[in-house]
């Protein structure tokens, strides 16, 4: 048997991508986490900390508190924006009485924040208290599905717990508790405060909480080295500096594998809210479906389906009373909402394998006629792969329940496709594909002379102007292979096999009605 196919990508890029999203779904600007790695890297090395642990803090480091948002849902319930609350948690030492009743309701009016309170003191504390075992085991169910070992995992679940013992998830205090874990710890907090407050302010929390939720021992190595610890951490790109820290080998991932990482990445993220739970799967199955109904490669398809999982990915930075509201949006709130694709884009695009999906992803909320975001691209700016996923994510999206309206039936999802093509927003070409994928009856596709799609008789007008492959793929916004394929099945329905004998038939067919134009070449 042939050894697996490698993507190329790593799976120090993947959960370095990943933690970006961690990032902003803890209110932090992005790169914390990785900043922090690096941080617990260098004390690591002045420990001496050994190779195999130093892999482990890596890991730790990137993905201690990517499980922080999902039971974002019931944090929204009780303190209004789960991201705020997140955020300012780190600002202090233990989320007390004081903290979670400070935080509860926020942006209610006042009686009904006294309601709320009533309600958090039947039920609501002890829910709210069982929030870190909650992040705990979903991080630790992540690194189980990237394949990190018991080691990685066992000190994600000790990064949870504090010196003093007051920590979740066993109460494990002092030295019991991993020395990688305790550094992951420390340098969270220390990471935030340097950016909020400088140098200074990094050197204070650890000294506040020195034998509370510091090893004092760590908090002298740092107080002693903070300068040079945090040296150049904003000078130099973060990313790159983590990337290049990858301990021992890297590992590199098969296709299978990186499908796998993906597919983990989706669910993970649908978990943001219950009412997105299956949409990413859902949508990159159908839209890879799609694709193929619509005549592209099975390359394309798959990068399709690939983007399909990812296209949410920017969710994350957008707070849950916003997603799970039942009434309308204000405008602030849409502009919030508007940004999430783009969130996704920037995310996906630190890593170049990841690129080409980031390009895909960030058009699902385009329209034709420009009304989409995050750009407001219009027209050819609009690419068929992403044509397709922005019909196959309003398909499949219609047809579940969300906070405002009921689930709709496939057959009013459907109609509700059409008047989008009616109205010019979407592609009738994409529609009619993922309909079709989604098992609709309609009708016989519209084809042209040899049974040419309406995009191949574009590429075959473009072909029989002279346009190379690269021109055409430049003209039509798609990819340079996309362009050949297209020109390869051209050929071979018309039965040609170079351009002249393409034109010839483009002619004698009045495919070619539009002028020749003095700025085509």
Same mark, same amino acid.
């Given at each position: ?5 490698? #993507?190329?990508?790593?799976l120090? &890029?993947?959960v ?114 069982? #929030?870190?075992v ?15 070992g ?20 066993r109460?494990?205090r ?19 405060f ?7 302010a990094a ?15 760590l ?11 945090? =040296? ?19 590992v $590199? ?12 990445i ?18 990159a ?5 799609a ?11 798959? $990068? ?30 849409? =502009? ?8 996704? &884009? ?19 909320h385009?329209?034709l ?13 609009? $690419? ?12 499949h999206?219609?047809? =579940? ?6 689930a709709?039936?496939?057959? &009013?999802?459907?109609?509700g ?23 609709h009856?309609?009708g ?8 040419l799609?309406?995009? &191949? ?35 071979s ?11 010839l ?17």
């Amino acid at each position: 048997m042939a050894p697996p196919a490698r #993507t190329g990508i790593r799976l120090a &890029e993947l959960v370095a991508t990943m933690s970006l999203g961690t990032d902003l779904g803890l209110g932090q600007p992005m790169e914390h986490c990785i900043r922090q790695t690096l941080i617990a890297l260098r004390m690591g090395e002045r420990l001496g900390v050994e190779e195999p642990d130093r892999a482990v803090l890596y890991y730790a480091g990137l993905l201690a508190w990517v499980g922080c948002h999902v039971d974002a849902y019931e944090q929204a319930r009780w303190f209004g924006d789960d991201i705020a609350v997140k955020r300012d948690f780190r600002h202090v030492d233990g989320a007390g009485p004081g903290f979670l009743l400070g935080h509860l309701g926020a942006g209610l009016p006042p009686l009904e924040r006294v309601r709320l309170g009533i309600a958090f003191l039947a039920y609501g504390r002890e829910a709210a208290e069982s #929030t870190f075992v909650n992040h705990w085991r979903a991080t630790d169910a992540m690194a189980a599905r990237l394949g990190l070992g018991e080691e990685v995992r066992a000190s994600i679940e000790q990064t949870y717990e504090r010196w003093d013992g007051k920590g979740i998830p066993r109460g494990r205090r002092g030295e019991e508790i991993l020395v990688t874990s305790r550094l992951v710890n420390l340098a969270d907090v220390v990471e935030v405060f340097l950016g909020a407050g400088g140098l200074d302010a990094a050197v204070a929390v650890t000294r506040e909480r020195s034998g509370s939720q510091f090893d004092p021992d760590l908090v002298e190595l740092f107080r002693g080295e903070a300068s040079a610890l945090c =040296e150049e951490l904003d000078a130099t790109s973060g990313w790159d500096a983590v990337i290049a820290a990858e301990p021992i080998l890297h590992v $590199t991932l098969s296709d299978d594998e990186f499908d796998a990482a993906l597919a983990a990445i989706a669910d993970f993220v649908d978990l943001k809210s219950p009412w997105t739970i299956g949409h990413s799967h859902g949508v990159a199955d159908l839209a890879a479906e799609a694709a193929r109904v619509y005549g592209l490669p099975e390359d394309d398809a798959t $990068t399709i389906r690939r983007a399909g999982l990812v296209h949410d990915f920017g969710r994350l930075g957008v707070s849950n009373a916003i997603w799970d509201r039942r009434g309308e949006l204000s405008q602030a709130e849409m =502009e919030r909402v508007r940004l999430h694709p783009y969130l996704s &884009e920037r995310m996906l695009s630190f890593a170049p394998e990841l690129a080409p999906l980031a390009a895909v992803a960030v058009q699902h909320h385009e329209r034709l006629d420009g009304s989409g975001y995050p750009r407001g691209l219009s027209g050819s700016a609009i $690419t068929p792969a992403g044509r397709i996923l922005a019909a196959s994510d309003s398909y499949h999206a219609m047809t =579940e329940a969300r906070p405002h309206r009921e689930a709709r039936t496939p057959q &009013e999802a459907a109609s509700g496709l059409r008047t989008e093509v009616a109205a010019a927003r979407l592609d009738a070409d994409a529609v009619e594909a993922v309909l079709r994928a989604a098992g609709h009856r309609v009708g016989r596709r519209r084809e042209g002379p040899a049974g040419l799609t309406p995009r &191949e008789v574009e590429v075959l007008r473009l072909l029989a102007r002279g346009l190379s492959n690269k021109e055409i793929a430049e003209r039509l916004v798609i990819s340079r292979k996309t362009a050949a394929n297209h020109v390869e099945h051209i050929y071979s329905k018309l039965g040609v096999s170079n351009r002249a004998q393409a034109s010839l038939f483009a002619v004698n067919r009045g495919l070619m009605p539009e002028p020749v134009l003095a700025g085509d070449t």
